[in-house]
């Protein structure tokens, strides 16, 4: 229990980033080990050993390893639940997993960087940008009954830790966020906390000097 954890990561991973914001927020002291996707490294011997999904984000903590951003999020928060990113009431917490379901189930996994390679290259950023602003459609009309400062109410919770990244992915396909004016509150909010400014593709250590901010 004593040994700090370790997150397999990728500068660019929207999922990874969702782990990264979680750690952050909750101020967990963590090792990051970074895979290179574009590369191919997560395909090599010794990673898939470890962690047979070869993708990542993959944790290995408290003696356990474990894929699957989700599943990291769950781990955390019922391992570590102070600055809780669930709320205590029930259909608040419903509310936010079904946001969660909203983006890592049905927007990122149709624009991830497996699925654009099927596609010819000219294709692959128009592809993306109607996947992300369809899903970002549904979120938004989500968050008309739920959003207060952040995606449910006014406390940072797990749905934020996957809008955020997600909403990277939007920018970088140059996604028009004009319709999303929810959307784009909580980003701004949730810009303002340092676990989110932390977690930011272009503050990891992998990110390339030319893309930094």
Same mark, same amino acid.
């Given at each position: 229990?004593?040994?700090?954890?370790?997150? +397999?990561? +990728?500068?660019?991973? *929207? #999922?990874?980033?969702?782990?990264? =914001?979680?750690?952050? +927020?909750?101020?967990?002291?963590?090792? *990051?080990?970074?895979?290179?996707? #574009?590369?191919?490294?997560?395909?090599?011997?010794? +990673?898939?050993?470890?962690?047979?999904?070869?993708?990542?984000?993959?944790?290995?903590?408290?003696?356990?390893?474990?894929?699957?951003?989700?599943?990291?999020?769950?781990?955390?928060?019922?391992?570590?639940?102070?600055?809780?990113?669930?709320?205590?009431?029930?259909?608040?917490?419903?509310?936010?997993?079904?946001?969660?379901?909203?983006?890592?189930?049905?927007?990122?996994?149709?624009?991830?960087?497996?699925?654009?390679?099927?596609?010819?290259?000219?294709?692959?950023?128009?592809?993306? /940008?109607?996947?992300?602003?369809?899903?970002?459609? =549904?979120?938004?009309? @989500?968050?008309?009954?739920?959003?207060?400062? !952040?995606?449910?109410? $006014? $406390?940072?919770?797990?749905?934020?830790?996957?809008?955020?990244?997600?909403?990277?992915?939007?920018?970088?396909?140059?996604?028009? @966020? *004009?319709? !999303?004016?929810?959307?784009?509150?909580?980003?701004? $909010?949730?810009?303002?906390?340092?676990?989110?400014?932390?977690?930011?593709?272009?503050?990891?250590?992998?990110?390339?000097?030319?893309? /930094?901010?």
């Amino acid at each position: 229990m004593d040994a700090i954890p370790v997150l +397999y990561t +990728y500068f660019r991973s *929207s #999922s990874a980033a969702r782990v990264r =914001i979680a750690l952050h +927020y909750k101020g967990i002291s963590y090792e *990051s080990r970074p895979v290179n996707l #574009s590369a191919g490294e997560h395909l090599g011997e010794d +990673y898939t050993r470890q962690n047979p999904e070869a993708q990542v984000p993959f944790m290995l903590i408290d003696g356990n390893a474990i894929g699957q951003s989700i599943a990291i999020l769950e781990y955390l928060e019922e391992t570590r639940p102070e600055r809780p990113l669930l709320p205590r009431d029930p259909a608040q917490r419903a509310q936010v997993r079904a946001i969660v379901g909203a983006i890592c189930c049905d927007i990122q996994p149709l624009q991830k960087l497996r699925m654009l390679k099927t596609l010819p290259e000219d294709q692959r950023a128009e592809h993306a /940008r109607k996947v992300i602003a369809h899903g970002l459609e =549904i979120v938004e009309k @989500m968050l008309e009954k739920t959003a207060g400062e !952040f995606c449910v109410g $006014n $406390n940072v919770t797990l749905a934020d830790c996957c809008l955020i990244p997600q909403l990277g992915n939007a920018h970088r396909f140059g996604v028009d @966020m *004009s319709p !999303f004016p929810r959307v784009c509150a909580v980003e701004a $909010n949730a810009g303002a906390l340092d676990a989110f400014r932390q977690s930011h593709w272009t503050q990891q250590a992998d990110c390339p000097p030319e893309l /930094r901010k």
